[in-house]
């Protein structure tokens, strides 16, 4: 068993999320549209034959959300006005059953005829973002920054994935640094059986070396949409990296984004006994695996799981009667999340299950940090956990009074009901950040 996260390389002006005879086309109505061509298409996280994982993900922060933010009005999943929308032209052809019907089994060789400029039919869609349907941050925001007398907990957050751009200039401040270890001197300094671990550990390679470029574009991608630096006129992260630490733990790398579940396993292990509460795993397996399954049982953290991007085909299934790992996993500690189009609906791609699944978060067409100090558009469920992961981590920090059981609960019994999500997800609803920080026990 393997796992993969695979995502096609990061592009600041495509869009990854188109299919095969699908052109895409994203338009702003703003004072200047801003059209983005189609990119390579979105490709299944899972196949029956060889388990899979991938990670899609898309850009920054909105008005900061700052109003000097260059990418604000491109992070719908943080703040929803309306304005986005998708404009996707499909090919369809007219059936020839009729014509290979007749001729079926009357010769070797069949001969179709050709297609004239009337076989050929162009239907176009457009799908238009719904005002409100985002996490709800901005008053989560305002609440957290203007209660300057209450007390904040660290909290370290595990991102085992692939590696991430620690240098990134919306990230190097929310990188978690090992206090009992001296960079570059080549000692085990604080005896933990891993030298040089500043910000992590890398589990793939069994090495210090966190960041090797264009492979960890995913690792990078999540870790923005967590702690991206708000207010420095990027992206802007969920959580207040003063006090939330990203831990780099990498699992998964190669160009395909391939990891093992030993390799998982450790960094789990890694993260725990480091200090980290609670983890993104933006990654999956349709096979079991029982060690796995332990190590996450028995952890004192909260995980926080993409619940995967459908078959072979792209098309999201119920993971209830076909369980993807370790998001299907039946335990306390653990949050599976789908991912959510703008206009409220569940993403096409997405899994869903109504007793595997708990919660929805905005997951298509995401702006995040990209390796080399860029930014990227991504989509998917691997997009939509970091938004819950977020969440979590600000909820934890700011209410001391919490437990990450409390946390879990707090972001399930707040869930925004969502029409689309009935019967699709264990809350019936999508992740409301402000109603999740202002949970009454």
Known sequence: MKFYSKSPPPDRRHIPFCRQMTAVVLAFSMAAACPFAAAAAEQSVFTASIPQLRTQSIGPG????????????????LKNDGEFQLVQMTASFRSLDSVYGARKGRSA?????????????????VIQAESGVDINILPAWKQYDADTESSRRQVTV?????????????LQDAMWTNPGEIPGDGIDNDGNGYIDDIHGWNFYTGSATLYSGTEDSHGTHTAGTIAASRGSGGV???????????????????????????????????????????????LGTSAYNEVLAAAIRDSGMLFVIACGNGDARGQGYDTDASP??????????????????????LAASSNYGAGTVDIAAPGSYILSTAPGGGYAFM????MAAPMV?????????????????????????????????????????????????????
């Open 109 to 125: 060789s069949i001969s179709l005829p050709d297609l004239g400029p009337g076989m050929i039919e162009y239907q176009s869609t």
């Open 236 to 282: 802007a992260g969920i959580t207040d990296n003063q006090y939330v630490k990203l831990m780099s733990v990498k699992a998964l790398g190669g160009p395909l984004g391939i990891g093992s579940p030993e390799s998982v396993i450790q960094a789990i292990r890694y993260a725990e006994a480091n200090g980290a509460s609670i983890c993104n795993l933006s």
């Open 324 to 345: 993807i790992y370790p998001a299907s996993l039946p335990y306390d500690n653990v949050i599976s999340v789908a991912s959510l189009m703008f206009d409220g609906e």
């Open 389 to 441: 992961t977020g969440t979590a981590a600000m909820i934890y920090s700011f209410r001391t009074d919490l437990s990450l059981a409390d946390v879990k609960t707090a972001i399930l019994s707040s869930a925004k009901p969502m029409e689309s999500l009935a019967g699709k997800t264990v809350s019936g609803g999508m992740l409301d950040a402000y109603a999740a920080l202002n949970y009454t026990k």
């Open 158 to 170: 595990a991102i085992i994935d692939t590696g991430i751009d620690y240098s990134h200039p919306e």
């Open 62 to 77: 909105m008005d900061n959300l700052s109003l000097g933010d260059s990418y604000a009005t491109y992070q719908w999943g």
């Open 379 to 382: 989509s998917g469920t691997s």
